[in-house]
C-alpha cells in the first residue's frame, strides 16, 4: 500500500551543528511533500514544503531536498537552536486519491 | 478567521459508548481529514473528504465514520469507543488538491476506559 517512511526516529544534534531527517514514499505519482514541526502538546505547523518539479527548496535555516527518481525527501536544519527541539513529520499528497500520508515522525533534540 | 475548530478538546468515554468529535473549519476549504497520533507511530488518516458529499477511508477507518454534508463541518463518529480508540484525534483542511497548506486543528484528547 502506499506508505512514508522516515528515518531515523530519533536524533540528537549538538548546538550549532546540522541535522538532516530522510524520507522515502512509495507512490511515484506524489505530486507536494510538506514538512511539519510539532512541539510538546501542540498541533503539527508546516515549516516547509516542496512539490514535484522542483529539486530544493530554502527557507533561512531550513531546507529540503527531492529526488523524484529515488523517491526521496530530506530535511536539512543548519545552525540548529534549542528551539529547533521538537518531533518533525514528513508527508507525502498521493496524486491518484488526494491522500496525504505522514511518515512516522523524528524526536529532534538539540544537545547544549 | 478562527481557522480548523475541534470540539471537544477532552473526552473520557466508556468501552462500548459512541460519540461524535465535531471539526469545523471557515477557510472553505475543499479537503478536510481526520488523523490519529499514537506515540511512535505518526499520524495516521483515518477518513479523509474532497469535498461536500464525499469521503474516503485512510489507512486506519474501521471503527470511525464521516459524513460531509456541508464544506465547512467534517465530523468524525466512533460507533462503539474500545480502549484501542484512545489517542490523540486532528481534524486537518486546505484549499485543494494542488498541493496547498494543510491546516490542523488544535486536537482532541480521547480516552476510552
Known amino acids: 500500500g502506499e506508505n512514508v517512511e522516515q528515518h531515523p526516529s530519533t536524533l540528537s544534534v549538538q548546538e550549532g551543528d546540522s541535522a538532516v531527517i530522510k524520507c522515502t514514499y512509495s507512490d511515484s505519482a506524489s505530486n507536494y511533500f510538506p514538512w511539519y514541526k510539532q512541539e510538546l502538546g501542540k498541533r503539527p505547523q508546516l515549516i516547509i514544503d516542496?512539490?514535484?518539479?522542483?529539486g530544493e527548496k530554502k527557507d533561512q535555516r531550513i531546507a529540503v531536498t527531492l529526488n523524484k527518481t529515488a523517491k526521496h525527501f530530506s530535511l536539512h536544519i543548519t545552525e540548529t537552536q534549542p528551539e529547533d527541539s521538537a518531533v518533525y513529520f514528513c508527508?507525502?499528497?498521493?496524486?491518484?486519491?488526494?491522500?496525504?500520508?505522514f511518515g512516522k515522525g523524528t524526536r529532534l533534540h538539540i544537545l547544549p | 478567521n478562527a481557522g480548523v475548530t475541534q470540539t471537544p478538546k477532552f473526552q473520557v468515554l466508556k468501552t462500548g459508548q459512541s460519540m461524535t468529535l465535531q471539526c469545523a473549519q471557515d477557510m472553505n476549504h475543499e479537503y478536510m481529514s481526520w488523523y490519529r497520533q499514537d506515540p511512535g507511530m505518526g499520524l495516521r488518516l483515518i477518513h479523509y473528504?474532497?469535498?461536500?458529499?464525499?469521503?474516503d477511508q485512510g489507512e486506519v477507518p474501521n471503527g470511525y465514520n464521516v459524513s460531509r454534508s456541508t464544506t465547512e463541518d467534517f465530523p468524525l463518529r466512533l460507533l462503539s469507543a474500545a480502549p484501542s480508540q484512545t489517542s490523540v484525534y486532528f481534524c486537518a483542511s486546505s484549499a485543494g488538491n494542488s498541493g496547498n497548506t494543510i491546516y490542523f486543528g488544535e486536537g482532541s484528547w480521547l480516552t476510552v476506559v
Open positions: 508527508a507525502a499528497r498521493m496524486n491518484r486519491d488526494d491522500k496525504i500520508i
Open positions: 473528504s474532497v469535498g461536500a458529499g464525499i469521503t
Open positions: 516542496i512539490r514535484s518539479n522542483v
